[in-house]
């Protein structure tokens, strides 16, 4: 099956710093990739739907200038957490869609890293 | 807007026995259905899916019917492990963008 990764998987910085998490998808193309935020026993909030060679589209609520998400190519997505702070000290997971092999479908399926555990102290 | 309710947890069981995790969502049109897994400290991976009413979808050794009729997609298991054990979500996917149920933790014991 398809395979994301995610790098780091955890990370530990101190508040005012900035914070960059890779999401690459490993052997396929992916235009489209999404960012997750998961809190503590809670589900997963979609923060951004990001376009390889576009601006990414955030979810309300979602702060653009704290989130700089950049799609340079078809396999990379990046997430950078500027001025990091306590409070955003969370799981961040990405997710990649892949087109279904050329075939007529309205489903693309997502496939999801394993996540990257940001703590700021 | 779409939403996919599923049961609290988190369900505590023995080894060997039945699992069931409800799982009822709105949307419009006909979604595909899915539940994904998370293992302790892992991201989510995919458990099974089904993309039309009636599919049955199936992975070791779980299942879930695509019921269009009572907008649900029950999680069932005959007889579950401790390797079990993990955080299970119920999702749609309407025309790409997913709508995550709030997850159902599943304690397995010895």
């Known amino acids: 099956g398809a395979v994301v990764s995610q790098h780091p998987s955890r990370v530990i910085c101190k508040s005012g710093t900035s914070v960059k998490i890779e999401c690459r998808s490993l052997?396929?193309?992916?235009?489209?990739m999404f960012w997750y935020r998961q809190f503590p026993k809670k589900s997963l909030m979609l923060m951004a739907t990001?376009?390889?060679?576009?601006?990414?589209?955030?979810e309300q609520g979602v702060e653009k200038d704290k989130f700089l998400i950049n799609h340079a190519s078809l396999t990379l997505s990046t997430l950078t957490v500027t001025s990091a702070h306590p409070e955003d000290s969370s799981f961040y997971i990405c997710s990649a869609r892949a087109l279904a092999g050329g075939e007529p479908s309205s489903y693309n399926e997502q496939f999801f890293g394993p996540g990257t555990r940001l703590t700021v102290l | 807007g779409d939403s996919v309710t599923q049961m609290e947890g988190p369900v505590t069981l023995s080894e060997e026995a039945f699992l069931t995790i409800n799982c009822t969502y709105t949307a419009t049109g006909y979604p595909s259905l899915f539940w994904y897994v998370q293992y302790p400290g892992e991201g989510l991976q995919l458990l099974l899916k089904?993309?039309?009413?009636?599919d049955k979808g199936s992975n070791k050794g779980f299942e879930a019917t695509y019921r269009k009729e009572t907008t649900s997609f029950h999680l069932e298991k005959g007889s579950v492990q401790v390797s079990d054990s993990a955080v299970y979500f119920c999702?749609?996917?309407?025309?790409?963008?997913?709508?995550f149920g709030a997850g159902t933790q599943v304690v397995v014991t010895p």
């Open positions: 052997d396929f193309q992916a235009t489209t």
């Open positions: 990001s376009n390889e060679g576009s601006k990414a589209t955030y």
């Open positions: 089904a993309t039309k009413a009636d």
């Open positions: 999702l749609t996917d309407s025309w790409g963008k997913l709508q």
